[in-house]
C-alpha cells in the first residue's frame, strides 16, 4: 500500500467514526454497550470533535511529499492510535464496553502498526 493510500483510508475511515459520534451519538455509544445519558453524549460528541481534525488532516495531506510534515504527521497519529489500543484493550478485557471495544483495538493497531512501517523507511514515504 502506498502512503497516499494509507492517509486516504485512515482519513476516511476516521470522518466516517468523527462524524457519527459527533452527530448521532445516540446511535453509536449502545453499538459499545455504552449507556446513552446527556453527560455520555457530549463526551461522544467531543470525541467526534476532535477525531474530525485529525482525520480531515490525514486525508488532505495523503498528497503530501514533504518528508519532514509526513513523519510528524505518522508521529502523532502513531501516538494516537496507540493510546487507543490501550485505551481500546482496557475497556474490552475490563467490560466497560461491549465487544464492539475489540473492533476498536484492531482499527487503532492496524493503523498504528501502518504508521509504524511508513516511519520506519524514508523509501516507504517517497
Known amino acids: 500500500m502506498r502512503l497516499s493510500s494509507f492517509l486516504a483510508v485512515s482519513g476516511a475511515i476516521g470522518v466516517i467514526f468523527g462524524l457519527e459520534f459527533l ?19 457530549l463526551q461522544a460528541r467531543y470525541f467526534g470533535a476532535s477525531l474530525l481534525p485529525w482525520s480531515l488532516t490525514a486525508w488532505l495531506a495523503r498528497g503530501v511529499r514533504d518528508d519532514a510534515a509526513l513523519r510528524a504527521l505518522l508521529s502523532a497519529s502513531a501516538v494516537g492510535w496507540l493510546l487507543g489500543v490501550v ?4 475497556a474490552a478485557l475490563s467490560g466497560l464496553q461491549s465487544a464492539m471495544a475489540w473492533l476498536s483495538v484492531a482499527i487503532y493497531g492496524v493503523f498504528l502498526l501502518g504508521a509504524l ?3 520506519s523507511s524514508p523509501a516507504r514515504r517517497a
Open 23 to 41: 452527530l448521532v451519538p445516540g446511535f453509536a455509544l449502545p453499538q459499545y454497550g455504552m449507556p446513552t445519558e446527556p453527560h455520555n453524549l
Open 87 to 90: 485505551l481500546s484493550l482496557w
Open 117 to 119: 512501517w511508513f516511519l
